[in-house]
């Protein structure tokens, strides 16, 4: 599964998403314009900093909205507000992990 943690520009840990399980393949759930979504790594780190957090959580609310599994679209909503406490904190980044 993917982890994701919000973290500051020293790599300090901030919060660590404690939500429904995000499975390797969620991505998939991004249009092929999609400008952050779909680049999320399941086996490598993704950073998002402030300017692509409102991009990637547009992107998100969009996913959850053409997800047709009502699990996915849970944890897609879980981790849509999981972002949102990061967007307007400057000099903090989002980070998903994968394995």
């Given at each position: 599964m993917i982890g994701i943690k919000w973290q500051d520009e020293d790599h300090q840990v901030l919060a660590e998403y404690a939500g429904p399980p995000l499975p390797y393949d969620f991505s998939d759930?991004?249009?092929a314009t999609s400008a952050c979504l779909r680049f999320i790594d399941p086996w490598g780190d993704t950073y998002f900093n402030q300017?692509?957090?409102p991009v990637l959580l547009?992107?998100?609310?969009?996913?959850?909205?053409d997800a047709k599994d009502p699990q996915?679209?849970?944890a897609l909503r879980a981790v849509s507000r999981f972002v949102e406490q990061a967007r307007d904190q400057i000099h903090t980044y989002v980070c998903f992990v994968g394995e």
């Amino acid at each position: 599964m993917i982890g994701i943690k919000w973290q500051d520009e020293d790599h300090q840990v901030l919060a660590e998403y404690a939500g429904p399980p995000l499975p390797y393949d969620f991505s998939d759930l991004a249009g092929a314009t999609s400008a952050c979504l779909r680049f999320i790594d399941p086996w490598g780190d993704t950073y998002f900093n402030q300017v692509q957090l409102p991009v990637l959580l547009q992107e998100l609310e969009t996913a959850t909205l053409d997800a047709k599994d009502p699990q996915q679209q849970t944890a897609l909503r879980a981790v849509s507000r999981f972002v949102e406490q990061a967007r307007d904190q400057i000099h903090t980044y989002v980070c998903f992990v994968g394995e």
